[in-house]
């Protein structure tokens, strides 16, 4: 296939330059560079705003939106683009008579002033490849950052998410449903130093904060199930949650119970804040709860969390998130439930998030939010499947299946009703890990997944704080997870010796 790309030369960023490198080792694919002249210029403030916040932050100079030139596209250049396939459009120039055209829309808007307006009002735009000839999306994404209080961040998890979505395009994927596109704001000066102002003194807020608190800290909420449990009644349960108490300098987070041997034991991430890395713990509950405190099963070199543990074939197995590894690994149980041998790498060479397995219909599937060459760690969501646990564990051909900010990442176990697969996610267009959703999954097999949202769950009086991220249920313990305020010591009003605290609230920064 003869590719053009058609960019305007005045508003050359690197993206733009490893975009074409990428589609160029695409398969079967010839990539050719045009030229465009007029596009719509960023207000000054913006580039201003982008090298303040490199300043402020010490962030490298040569990122994805970092400019760069014609002469960097002289390979592409040389390549004839008069008989073109398909036309790339990144600048907004339309379609000429009788050429097939694609253009990269923000907001249904082809302007990148656009897509930066959206990521200082804090919210990620809606990013499209449109047919021109018949105007309709051939695909469409929500992608997502977790630095949208850094533009400059923030946009280069934008311009990386793009890229996942161009090359999807170019192989079959469509569809991505993401509800209504807000209507499409352009920066402009005042919006670029409101912003300025606004995240200066954020920033500055949260290192005070940070000399007093733990952050960011989690709890774990649990309680016995003998009706209803959440997925059935889609909102909190009027008694509450009980919360499994953590010492103030470490948190639980993650929960997965698991039954074994007429056992219940709970499996979380514990994060100590002293070390800054997460090992996984366990702990036995009884009839009145747990018995004694969490203790570590598994550790690393590398952050673990998100203990997915499950039995098959009469053998406990683990997959903790190691995307830290770049691998998603699979652990076996010598001796449960504090006995963990790593069994084998199930996908290697990923950075994957929350990897979720189930067995359906004699087939083994894995969903996992994975970071495709920067951009965020909660946006793009991949499907694997194999005949056996042990694999072989082959891509989906549509990968990433999805990419949405506030559907993608898995939130727990997969729940089977009746005849329907109830899949949690995590709703984080608000921020990491601030709701729980349930879907339906009405597609799975291998030419296409798909899912109907039917809940969005969020905290509340029942569930106080800013964060619900995590669902899972064995037997009759039900879990979540949550924020928490942590204080770092106390001044008490008799002598200034500071002392830890382990009492928590409800606020989380």
């Not at 176990?413 to 009405?442: H, M, S, W």
Request: glycine share 8%; net charge neutral; aromatic share 8%.
């Amino acid at each position: 296939m003869q590719l053009t790309i058609r960019l305007d030369p005045a508003r050359l960023r690197q993206w733009h330059v490893r975009l074409a490198a990428r589609l160029a080792r695409h398969a079967n694919a010839r990539v050719a560079v045009e030229w465009y002249a007029g596009g719509e210029k960023l207000p000054a403030a913006v580039p201003l705003l982008f090298s303040l916040e490199k300043l402020i932050y010490r962030l490298p100079g040569d990122g994805l939106a970092a400019a760069a030139s014609v002469d960097d596209f002289a390979r592409f250049t040389t390549n004839a683009p008069q008989a073109a396939d398909l036309v790339l459009d990144l600048c907004g120039a339309g379609r000429r008579p009788g050429e097939r055209t694609w253009q990269l829309t923000f907001d249904a808007t082809p302007s990148e002033a656009t897509a930066i307006g959206a990521l200082i009002c804090r919210r990620a735009p809606v990013v499209a490849i449109t047919d021109l000839e018949t105007g309709v999306d051939v695909i469409s994404s929500r992608p997502g950052s977790e630095n949208n209080h850094i533009l400059l961040l923030a946009f280069e998890d934008l311009l990386a998410r793009t890229g996942t979505l161009v090359t999807a395009a170019l192989d079959g994927a469509n569809g991505w449903h993401c509800g209504e596109a807000a209507p499409a704001v352009a920066a402009n000066t005042r919006a670029a130093l409101a912003f300025a102002t606004r995240a200066l003194a954020n920033a500055a807020a949260k290192q005070l904060y940070l000399l007093c608190y733990y952050a960011p800290h989690w709890r774990v909420g649990w309680r016995w199930v003998d009706g209803p449990d959440l997925i059935d009644l889609r909102t909190h349960p009027s008694g509450g949650w009980r919360e499994l108490p953590d010492d103030g300098v470490r948190f639980y987070a993650d929960p997965f119970p698991i039954e074994a041997g007429g056992r219940l034991h709970l499996f979380v991430e514990e994060f100590d804040h002293r070390l800054g890395r997460g090992v996984i713990s366990a702990v036995e509950f009884g009839q009145s709860g747990p018995i004694g405190k969490p203790r570590r099963v598994l550790e690393a070199a590398t952050h673990l969390s998100y203990p997915f543990v499950f039995e098959h074939r009469s053998e406990m197995w683990m997959v903790p998130e190691s995307c830290s590894a770049g691998t998603i690994d699979l652990y076996r149980a010598e001796r449960f439930p504090d006995g963990w041998v790593k069994h084998a790498t199930l996908v290697p060479g990923v950075v994957a998030s929350d990897a979720t397995l189930f067995e359906h219909d004699g087939r083994w599937w894995m969903f996992a939010t994975v970071q495709d060459e920067g951009g965020s760690y909660s946006d793009a969501l991949n499907l694997w499947s194999a005949p056996d646990l042990l694999g072989p564990w082959t891509p989906h051909r549509r990968n990433p299946v999805l990419v949405d900010l506030a559907t993608a990442r898995p939130g727990g176990r997969v729940a089977k009703r009746g005849n329907k697969l109830i899949r949690p996610f995590q709703d984080c267009r608000n921020g990491y890990g601030t709701a729980l959703g349930l879907a339906e999954i009405t597609r799975l097999d291998d030419e296409g997944f798909e899912q109907h949202v039917e809940t969005i769950l969020r905290p509340g009086p029942l569930w106080p704080g800013r964060r619900l991220h995590t669902l899972n249920r064995a037997g009759r313990i039900e879990c979540i997870d949550g924020s928490a305020w942590s204080r770092k010591f106390t001044l008490p009003s008799l002598g200034l010796r500071p002392r830890l605290s382990v009492k928590h609230s409800p606020i989380q920064t």
